[in-house]
């Protein structure tokens, strides 16, 4: 996100767009990154974002959980073109619209301070690592992004891992709420309980989510300095702005940076929900483990069960989460 600072100069020369587009912050808008009415305006922008684009792709989610954990019911579809369609039908049919939303609650939990976090953290750390244009550098974006994604996702991993095993269930009778799955991870394993069962593959997700958010901050980035080119400048930027990008120019920046970071990601992903989901069946297996499990069972293959799900569910995802961002922010008079 090039122009996630507080004060952007705006370019009157139209030549002037290939030099201006760098200018990230200013001495004024590193100093206003750290007051707290900046914080909780971030924050806000970041953590409604975050629930907009959750929201919109929720029953895809679902099913691509059950996909990912190869449930009973539902792996008979994972190998069909048109299986998403044909699972989304049974489950509403089955168990109700609702059904498809299921754990999304749980999700919102999550998603709104992890949202939250993640944008902050990612300003935050793009003010200490690249306090000047000098010092502008892609693996300097992508470590922004890892550290911000890693930070979010240490906070909130125990609402993750939650509405994974609500996502999974879909016993209807009597069905799990929020509270009771959050007390039945605590408990597993017998004795007085323990708050490690809440970070259940929390190591395969921080493997997962470094090259996940710091190609996606990355990736978006240096496709919003290229659209701000001269060339293609006069096709994608509002006028009379030299900055602002249009909306269709600005959602698809973020889709393609939600498909490029899926794609690197997504073979961990498959591994951290398998181990996520792993007490139901009473075991305990390791990363190396459980990515040789699912090799014995679909060979290469099995690591990317569900990635067209995960195609169509994260372009819209991405893209909508940086566009309400950039809009929030906006709105709290964040940038111009």
């Given at each position: 996100?090039?122009?996630?600072?507080?004060?952007?100069?705006?370019?009157?020369?139209?030549?002037?767009?290939?030099?201006?587009?760098?200018?990230?912050?200013?001495?004024?808008?590193?100093?206003?990154?750290?007051?707290?009415?900046?914080?909780?305006?971030?924050?806000?922008?970041?953590?409604?974002?975050?629930?907009?684009?959750?929201?919109?792709?929720?029953?895809?989610?679902?099913?691509?959980?059950?996909?990912?954990?190869?449930?009973?019911?539902?792996?008979?579809?994972?190998?069909?073109?048109?299986?998403?369609?044909?699972?989304?039908?049974?489950?509403?049919?089955?168990?109700?619209?609702?059904?498809?939303?299921?754990?999304?609650?749980?999700?919102?939990?999550?998603?709104?301070?992890?949202?939250?976090?993640?944008?902050?953290?990612?300003?935050?750390?793009?003010?200490?690592?690249?306090?000047?244009?000098?010092?502008?550098?892609?693996?300097?974006?992508?470590?922004?992004?890892?550290?911000?994604?890693?930070?979010?996702?240490?906070?909130?991993?125990?609402?993750?891992?939650?509405?994974?095993?609500?996502?999974?269930?879909?016993?209807?009778?009597?069905?799990?709420?929020?509270?009771?799955?959050?007390?039945?991870?605590?408990?597993?394993?017998?004795?007085?309980?323990?708050?490690?069962?809440?970070?259940?593959?929390?190591?395969?997700?921080?493997?997962?989510?470094?090259?996940?958010?710091?190609?996606?901050?990355?990736?978006?980035?240096?496709?919003?300095?290229?659209?701000?080119?001269?060339?293609?400048?006069?096709?994608?930027?509002?006028?009379?702005?030299?900055?602002?990008?249009?909306?269709?120019?600005?959602?698809?920046?973020?889709?393609?940076?939600?498909?490029?970071?899926?794609?690197?990601?997504?073979?961990?992903?498959?591994?951290?929900?398998?181990?996520?989901?792993?007490?139901?069946?009473?075991?305990?297996?390791?990363?190396?483990?459980?990515?040789?499990?699912?090799?014995?069972?679909?060979?290469?293959?099995?690591?990317?069960?569900?990635?067209?799900?995960?195609?169509?569910?994260?372009?819209?995802?991405?893209?909508?989460?940086?566009?309400?961002?950039?809009?929030?922010?906006?709105?709290?008079g964040l940038i111009k």
């Open positions: 996100m090039r122009d996630t600072g507080i004060s952007v100069p705006i370019a009157t020369d139209p030549t002037k767009i290939a030099s201006n587009h760098l200018v990230y912050r200013t001495s004024k808008s590193n100093e206003d990154s750290r007051s707290l009415d900046f914080v909780l305006r971030n924050g806000l922008a970041g953590g409604v974002a975050g629930c907009a684009a959750k929201t919109i792709v929720a029953p895809l989610e679902r099913i691509r959980i059950l996909f990912q954990t190869s449930h009973s019911h539902f792996v008979q579809y994972t190998a069909r073109w048109n299986g998403l369609i044909k699972a989304a039908r049974e489950i509403r049919s089955l168990y109700g619209m609702p059904a498809l939303f299921k754990g999304h609650s749980a999700s919102l939990v999550r998603v709104f301070p992890y949202a939250g976090i993640n944008f902050l953290a990612y300003e935050q750390f793009r003010a200490a690592i690249i306090p000047s244009t000098e010092k502008e550098a892609p693996w300097r974006r992508f470590l922004c992004g890892s550290m911000a994604g890693a930070t979010s996702t240490l906070v909130t991993y125990p609402l993750e891992l939650i509405r994974t095993r609500l996502a999974f269930e879909t016993v209807q009778k009597n069905p799990s709420s929020w509270l009771s799955i959050s007390r039945k991870i605590y408990f597993e394993g017998g004795g007085s309980g323990s708050l490690s069962n809440l970070y259940r593959g929390i190591a395969p997700t921080m493997l997962g989510i470094l090259p996940y958010a710091g190609m996606s901050f990355l990736t978006h980035d240096l496709l919003r300095d290229l659209l701000r080119t001269p060339t293609l400048a006069p096709y994608t930027l509002e006028s009379p702005s030299s900055t602002r990008l249009t909306a269709v120019a600005q959602l698809s920046c973020g889709a393609v940076a939600g498909i490029v970071a899926q794609t690197i990601s997504y073979p961990i992903d498959i591994i951290r929900r398998r181990i996520q989901v792993r007490s139901v069946d009473h075991a305990k297996d390791g990363i190396l483990e459980t990515a040789r499990c699912i090799f014995l069972e679909r060979g290469v293959r099995g690591f990317y069960v569900g990635l067209t799900i995960g195609y169509v569910k994260m372009a819209p995802m991405a893209a909508t989460s940086f566009y309400v961002y950039d809009r929030m922010k906006r709105f709290l």
